[in-house]
């Protein structure tokens, strides 16, 4: 079909608009990064660092700020460990986002296989509760886990906070599995009985390696959604992932934007590598329920 | 929904291979089942049942009916947070729908760089929610942020007002952050739908020489239909519960200006230390958030049935 001259116009111009509405706040976060405290304040405003510096990610990743030497008076991350927790924030977001993952892919692949293959007594029931709870808010049940949690002594504890994001994550889990699970054709399993190969054996050497897509997916998304939890790691720990670290930076007496700016970039770059690798994966994940 | 039930029901009934069947897909789901139902179903009904109480934080308190309900109702504070929610979450809900439709419908057209466009588009859903609130809140910071530049050096006007100092600016900049990372989502769905319509329905259209407008009324938004809706009630509950932006960006300032029921939900809890009350809020945003996002639906679908559309 060709196109009309201001068809082409409305197409690129609302590209160009859409370019611009994504990347330019990146843009400006990416550029303070890469400026000192002084230079971002400058007016009129640097589009371009004048002397572009290291020293904010040098300061992340030696977990000190020292390397601002006498910055410090204009503005640094200056006293406290602030800068010096972020690294082993993110080790243990990546911890725990691994572990979530982990338990989703196995437990939620359990569930989702007996969904689609093994439908038992209230099977449908059970299914029906466990998508029903997809929508039950987080922000609307923290509190029971916050007094259980602080009894059984798992506040500020990444069993803990593991626990909490494998509730929000396995319902979607399971959806996004079962789905999968029923689009692998049965024929090939039942052969694999016939054969005499147990249900659990087959499920793990013949099923899983054609559902190997679903499993990614439903893992990635977890992960992803363990990575990025900010609500319950305020309130369940006291900043023991990098995004309560990162966003603890902004209520310091001395900090710099330009530090935060390294943080964010540096707390955000794991999932915005995993997101743009595997979309394919990830779309299909979250596409699966809404759209058929 | 039908489908499943049929899937669900399995051919022999009653042979022991059939019972045999059972017993190991219900072994093999209860993990699932059961974590849910204890971190999930079980914290809600207790939500609910200290919204009824007198409970503290240390000691399990008796019932008292609904006076943590009458409490909430009565007091200012709540009422005007409940209302700044609602426009809140109006104004999300449309922001990133819209958004996320054109985005969609843009991306699904051929042109040069779409590869690029395609490849842009996830990644504001990659960004944590907090992240999006702190990428923004200085973004339009009255000394440091862009927007100044933009707005004296090119001399849109001689001074520049921060937005997070305002009572509605605060809002819309809260608004407009959370929706760049939603709206990018809505268009992941609408775009996975968009791909899915079949070729013939389009061309068929062409020969019968409907306009623009005509095939994106009489088809795109038909066969949209229950993505549309998906995306509604994921808008809607995500729009009630916006937390983390507004945490990073306000913090719930300036004075009450974005205090949402979240952010007040956040400071009974921390800062009144009110078990009751918080549970109470709790439960008003629980049924808000499920409530809208189903009834939205419910009028999409009003001809078609709810189930398809959730499905």
Do not use: C
């Not at chain 1, 899983?208 to 499993?215: S, V, Y």
């Not at chain 2, 819209?98 to 040069?112: C, D, S, V």
């Amino acid at each position: 079909m060709r196109r009309s001259r201001l068809q082409s116009t409305i197409i690129y111009v609302s590209f160009a608009l859409f370019l611009i509405w994504i990347l330019f706040p990146l843009y400006f976060t990416v550029l303070s990064s890469f400026m000192t405290p002084s230079e971002i304040g400058s007016r009129p405003f640097h589009w371009w660092p004048e002397n572009p510096t290291l020293i904010n990610y040098i300061a992340i990743f030696t977990g000190n700020s020292t390397p601002f030497g006498e910055g410090v008076s204009q503005g640094i991350v200056s006293s406290t460990d602030a800068v010096e927790r972020i690294l082993p924030a993110m080790g243990r977001s990546l911890i725990v986002g691994a572990l979530v993952a982990l338990i989703n892919v196995v437990i939620g692949g359990l569930a989702g296989y007996a969904f689609s293959r093994f439908p038992f007594r209230g099977a449908s029931l059970a299914y029906f509760l466990l998508i029903a709870s997809r929508v039950v808010p987080g922000l609307a049940i923290v509190l029971p886990f916050f007094i259980v949690f602080r009894q059984v002594g798992l506040l500020n504890t990444m069993t803990g906070l593991t626990i909490a994001y494998v509730a929000f994550t396995l319902p979607i889990s399971v959806w996004v599995l079962k789905t999968y699970f029923d689009t692998v054709p049965i024929e090939i399993e039942e052969a694999a009985t016939i054969d005499g190969a147990s249900r659990l054996r087959t499920l793990a050497v013949i099923v899983a390696p054609l559902a190997k897509p679903g499993l990614i997916a439903a893992g990635l998304l977890a992960f992803l959604e363990a990575w990025s939890e900010f609500f319950f790691a305020l309130v369940l720990t006291d900043s023991l992932t990098a995004p309560p670290v990162v966003a603890g930076l902004q209520s310091l007496q001395q900090f710099s934007w330009t530090t935060l700016a390294a943080a964010t970039v540096v707390t955000v770059i794991p999932p915005v590598i995993i997101a743009v690798a595997f979309q394919r994966y990830i779309v299909s994940g979250l596409a699966a329920g809404s759209v058929k | 929904m039908t489908e499943a039930k049929a899937a669900l029901r399995g051919p022999r009934r009653h042979s022991p291979l059939a019972r045999s069947n059972r017993r190991f897909g219900a072994l093999i789901a209860a993990p699932a089942v059961l974590l849910v139902l204890g971190l999930i179903a079980w914290p809600a009904v207790q939500t609910l049942v200290y919204s009824l109480q007198d409970s503290t934080f240390v000691r399990q308190g008796s019932w008292n009916g609904f006076e943590n309900f009458i409490k909430l109702f009565s007091s200012e504070k709540f009422m005007n947070s409940l209302g700044l929610t609602a426009v809140y979450a109006v104004g999300f809900l449309v922001l990133s729908t819209a958004l996320g439709l054109a985005f969609a419908l843009l991306l699904n057209q051929e042109f040069r760089g779409r590869w690029l466009a395609r490849g842009l588009l996830i990644v504001p859903w990659a960004f944590p929610w907090v992240m999006v609130g702190i990428i923004w809140k200085w973004f339009v910071d009255g000394d440091v942020g862009v927007l100044r530049a933009i707005v004296v050096d090119w001399g849109f006007a001689p001074e520049f007002v921060a937005p997070l100092s305002t009572k509605n600016g605060a809002v819309a900049i809260a608004i407009i952050a959370a929706a760049w990372r939603q709206s990018s989502l809505a268009a992941l769905l609408f775009l996975a739908g968009l791909q899915t319509m079949p070729r013939e329905i389009h061309e068929a259209s062409l020969v019968d020489g409907a306009s623009t407008w005509q095939r994106f009324t009489h088809m795109t938004v038909p066969w949209l239909r229950p993505v549309i809706g998906v995306v509604i009630i994921l808008n809607t509950i995500s729009g009630f519960m916006q937390f983390d932006v507004i945490w990073a960006l306000t913090q719930g300032g300036p004075g009450n200006a974005t205090t949402v029921l979240s952010i007040y939900l956040y400071q009974q809890l921390f800062v009144d230390t009110n078990l009751g009350l918080a549970s109470a809020t709790s439960v008003v945003l629980g049924v808000l958030a499920l409530g809208l996002g189903f009834i939205f639906v419910k009028l999409m679908y009003r001809d078609k049935g709810i189930s398809e559309g959730v499905q």
